[in-house]
T-cell receptor, first 112, second 117 residues
Framework: GEDVEQSLFLSVREGDSSVINCTYTDSSSTYLYWYKQEPGAGLQLLTYIFSNMDMKQDQRLTVLLNKKDKHLSLRIADTQTGDSAIYFCAESFSGGYQKVTFGTGTKLQVIP | NAGVTQTPKFQVLKTGQSMTLQCAQDMNHEYMSWYRQDPGMGLRLIHYSVGAGITDQGEVPNGYNVSRSTTEDFPLRLLSAAPSQTSVYFC????????????????FGDGTRLSIL
């Protein structure tokens, strides 16, 4: 079955890099996503990577995908207090809108 | 821009009551969906719609109904509220039209926090 796992909590100091990790079990996923949820708000799509890519960079965000190990990571460079939030990874499958599986979320705490 | 608007933001119900959670989007998106968020479980899909007049069940549809009479609106109905339905409910939309990544939820409302006593 489909399962997406994340660690629950990560604490970093302001200015350091944050690395949030995610493992998934279904190798047929087509897209992998990172969402950000700030307190009291809905999810915001941060970035995504197509499954035939190894890496994607978008300003301070770097997504790394290791298909062999089914491991996805999100690196945030120069982490700021405004990055404090819950980060969800998710996977989806070609043509299947309903087949989006979310991880349980990682709460990132940035210490000033 | 309003994006995805959910009402109400908070609601307390008694077991057995019914209610409708409202969701509206002003981006002319084809795809809309409802999720519930529970601690330690991520988001789970309740129902979704790929266009006006078309709805389908997600992962956890029992106890909920939806309809999509217009592109803009996608209300979620709780038929007879149960304590197990205490959760935070999110509505999401995306352009759809089978455009790869654009099929997937991109715009979320701020959620409705629902408590069933």
């Amino acid at each position: 079955g489909e399962d997406v796992e994340q660690s629950l909590f990560l604490s970093v100091r302001e200015g350091d890099s944050s690395v949030i990790n995610c493992t998934y079990t279904d190798s047929s996923s087509t897209y992998l996503y990172w969402y950000k949820q700030e307190p009291g708000a809905g999810l915001q799509l941060l970035t995504y990577i197509f499954s035939n890519m190894d890496m994607k960079q978008d300003q301070r965000l770097t997504v790394l995908l290791n298909k062999k190990d089914k491991h996805l990571s999100l690196r945030i460079a120069d982490t700021q207090t405004g990055d404090s939030a819950i980060y969800f990874c998710a996977e989806s499958f070609s043509g299947g809108y309903q087949k989006v599986t979310f991880g349980t979320g990682t709460k990132l705490q940035v210490i000033p | 821009n309003a994006g995805v608007t959910q009402t109400p933001k908070f609601q307390v119900l008694k077991t057995g009551q019914s209610m409708t959670l409202q969701c509206a989007q002003d981006m002319n998106h084809e795809y809309m969906s409802w999720y519930r968020q529970d601690p330690g479980m991520g988001l789970r899909l309740i129902h979704y719609s790929v266009g006006a007049g078309i709805t389908d069940q997600g992962e956890v549809p029992n106890g909920y109904n939806v309809s999509r009479s217009t592109t803009e609106d996608f209300p979620l109905r709780l038929l007879s509220a149960a304590p197990s339905q205490t959760s935070v409910y999110f509505c999401a939309s995306s352009p759809g039209r089978d455009r790869g990544v654009l099929n997937q939820p991109q715009h979320f409302g701020d959620g409705t926090r629902l408590s069933i006593l």
